[in-house]
């Protein structure tokens, strides 16, 4: 019994215990600087990390399957505590393997449209398909769309391979430097936030 209080008490100060966290692709990079700085406060908790989509993760957060998600900041999410982390933009990523497909760092529209692209799929709650889609019409071109995926680090994975070039957040990048080339992406002012979801 002594020992059975001693956790519970422990549990209810924070020192011991379990922390199940849910992180979306595109914030895994944000997640490790964050569970660092965490382990350092609270060495004794153990962490349980579970990576999914956006859908996923706010389903398991209201199952109550997980404590914290970590993802894009949704657009539909008005009932839950919401910790808002830095903006990020977008970029292009292209295979190193195609060398300097564009002329300059900064990337347009017209120069995209040249190439295979890779697309992150649209996905409920998130804009960011109908943007991209828009600013290649407001450009006056249309993208040469190979293949779509709902999965960021499916879409980095074919890009890295050479089968095409994407667009993506930037705290998303997380395949190494040898593999992927980064470019700015003029013409295009939408960013995304990614945010800490609570119940």
């Not at 398909?129 to 779509?148: C, G």
């Not at 997380?174 to 119940?199: C, G, H, S, W």
Request: charged share 25%; aromatic share 8%.
């Amino acid at each position: 019994m002594e020992d059975v209080k001693k956790e519970i008490e422990e549990i209810e100060n924070g020192s011991a215990g379990t922390l199940r966290i849910g992180v979306s692709s595109a914030c895994l990079n944000l997640l490790v600087d964050y569970i660092s700085i965490y382990r350092k406060q609270f060495p004794d908790i153990k962490i349980s990390i579970e990576k999914g989509s956006s859908e996923e993760l706010l389903r398991k957060l209201d199952h109550k399957e997980i404590e914290v998600a970590l993802l894009l900041r949704l657009e539909n999410r008005a009932h839950c505590d919401v910790l808002e982390l830095k903006q990020q933009e977008y970029v292009v990523v292209s295979p190193r393997s195609w060398g300097d497909v564009f002329s300059s760092g900064n990337v347009t529209f017209q120069d995209l449209a040249k190439h295979p692209f890779i697309m992150l799929a649209a996905m409920e709650g998130h804009a960011y398909y109908e943007n991209i889609l828009k600013a290649f019409e407001e450009a006056h071109t249309t993208p040469n769309i190979v293949m779509e995926s709902k999965d960021l680090t499916t879409v980095i994975a074919m890009v890295s391979k050479g089968l095409g070039f994407s667009i993506i957040p930037r705290v998303a990048y997380a395949v190494p430097k040898d593999q992927l080339k980064i470019y700015e992406l003029t013409q295009f002012n939408f960013r995304v936030e990614p945010v800490m979801i609570k119940i």
